[in-house]
């Protein structure tokens, strides 16, 4: 609002008192609330808006409903171009070591934890996860990591909100390709937060996401020295092949996925606590190029 022309107006000008901006911004947000809840509305027009230090009047209002979608289902949030954020897949889950973590999709608003993370991540992990060892990273980096479209991109963090006090310990992400069936599959967790099962729950987790998402399948591109991801990648079902260039590339068909994967197993094959459990499911850049985000 601050960046337009009229918000000059809106402090005040002659003899005209400031208007409200507060109760403006809250307009403006459950203006597009209501766009959000009714796919059926095809045109709406607030014209003119009066905006005084206390009241705010529509003096006269046009909505259009669309006819079509008053007849039909409608998926929810299917007529928006930006998904919201889902919640739906947020769910609760424990350490070995017994503290509760949240499991969730990253929030634009979770750049300053993000960054604390990568921070915590040694050297070491940071290359295995990118194939090279980053010192930096920069906002427009940050925002483009934790500020996702959830229709094209799943990004899963581990938040510990412990005395007050809320932190990442890992991050999963599939990014999409273009026709939505599939997608690949890179994640993290950082050093402090190793061998408490914390890998394999959040690529579980990813991956049941990906499944509600009619994501048909995943694949990982790893280093051949990164045993341990390779090992868990093994025993989640993926088909793990080696390339010439040194890395190795696992796939996984989730239409197939409920019948490979076995929990038992899984359980019984958990890493030790020891610092290669960072399994990290990096990709491959050619150089010049940004690496796939964390």
């Given at each position: 609002?601050?960046?337009?022309?009229?918000?000059?107006?809106?402090?005040?000008?002659?003899?005209?008192?400031?208007?409200?901006?507060?109760?403006?911004?809250?307009?403006?947000?459950?203006?597009?609330?209501?766009?959000?809840?009714?796919?059926?509305?095809?045109?709406?027009?607030?014209?003119?808006?009066?905006?005084?230090?206390?009241?705010?009047?529509?003096?006269?209002?046009?909505?259009?409903?669309?006819?079509?979608?008053?007849?039909?289902?409608?998926?929810?949030?299917?007529?928006?171009?930006?998904?919201?954020?889902?919640?739906?897949?947020?769910?609760r889950w424990r350490l070995r070591d017994g503290r509760d973590i949240l499991l969730r999709p990253i929030k634009p608003e979770d750049e300053p934890m993000w960054?604390?993370?990568?921070?915590?991540?040694?050297?070491?992990?940071?290359?295995?996860?990118?194939?090279?060892?980053?010192?930096?990273?920069?906002?427009?980096?940050?925002?483009?990591?934790?500020?996702?479209?959830?229709?094209?991109?799943?990004?899963?963090?581990?938040?510990?909100?412990?005395?007050?006090?809320?932190?990442?310990?890992?991050?999963?992400?599939?990014?999409?390709?273009?026709?939505?069936?599939?997608?690949?599959?890179?994640?993290?967790?950082?050093?402090?937060?190793?061998?408490?099962?914390?890998?394999?729950?959040?690529?579980?987790?990813?991956?049941?996401?990906?499944?509600?998402?009619?994501?048909?399948?995943?694949?990982?591109?790893?280093?051949?020295?990164?045993?341990?991801?390779?090992?868990?990648?093994r025993k989640m079902g993926f088909e793990v092949h080696f390339l010439t260039d040194g890395t190795a590339r696992a796939?996984?068909?989730?239409?197939?996925?409920?019948?490979?994967?076995?929990?038992?197993?899984?359980?019984?094959?958990?890493?030790?606590?020891?610092?290669?459990?960072?399994?990290?499911?990096?990709?491959?850049?050619?150089?010049?190029?940004?690496?796939?985000?964390?």
């Amino acid at each position: 609002m601050e960046e337009t022309k009229v918000y000059q107006l809106l402090k005040g000008y002659r003899n005209m008192p400031p208007a409200n901006v507060k109760m403006l911004q809250e307009l403006l947000v459950l203006f597009s609330q209501m766009l959000v809840d009714f796919p059926e509305l095809k045109e709406v027009d607030v014209n003119p808006l009066f905006v005084s230090e206390n009241d705010a009047f529509a003096f006269d209002a046009r909505i259009v409903i669309d006819r079509r979608k008053v007849l039909e289902h409608q998926e929810p949030h299917k007529h928006l171009v930006i998904t919201p954020y889902p919640k739906r897949y947020e769910t609760r889950w424990r350490l070995r070591d017994g503290r509760d973590i949240l499991l969730r999709p990253i929030k634009p608003e979770d750049e300053p934890m993000w960054l604390e993370m990568f921070q915590s991540f040694s050297e070491e992990s940071v290359r295995l996860r990118f194939f090279q060892v980053i010192k930096d990273t920069p906002h427009e980096m940050r925002v483009r990591y934790c500020n996702i479209d959830y229709d094209r991109e799943v990004a899963i963090v581990a938040e510990l909100n412990e005395d007050g006090r809320k932190r990442l310990l890992g991050v999963a992400r599939v990014g999409l390709e273009p026709d939505g069936r599939t997608g690949e599959l890179a994640f993290i967790v950082a050093d402090p937060w190793q061998g408490l099962g914390l890998g394999t729950k959040l690529v579980d987790h990813t991956i049941d996401v990906c499944k509600d998402m009619k994501v048909e399948s995943i694949y990982a591109i790893m280093l051949q020295e990164n045993t341990r991801a390779i090992s868990l990648m093994r025993k989640m079902g993926f088909e793990v092949h080696f390339l010439t260039d040194g890395t190795a590339r696992a796939v996984l068909d989730l239409k197939e996925e409920e019948e490979q994967y076995v929990p038992e197993e899984m359980e019984a094959a958990e890493e030790p606590p020891v610092r290669p459990e960072q399994v990290e499911t990096p990709a491959p850049q050619p150089a010049g190029k940004e690496p796939l985000p964390t």
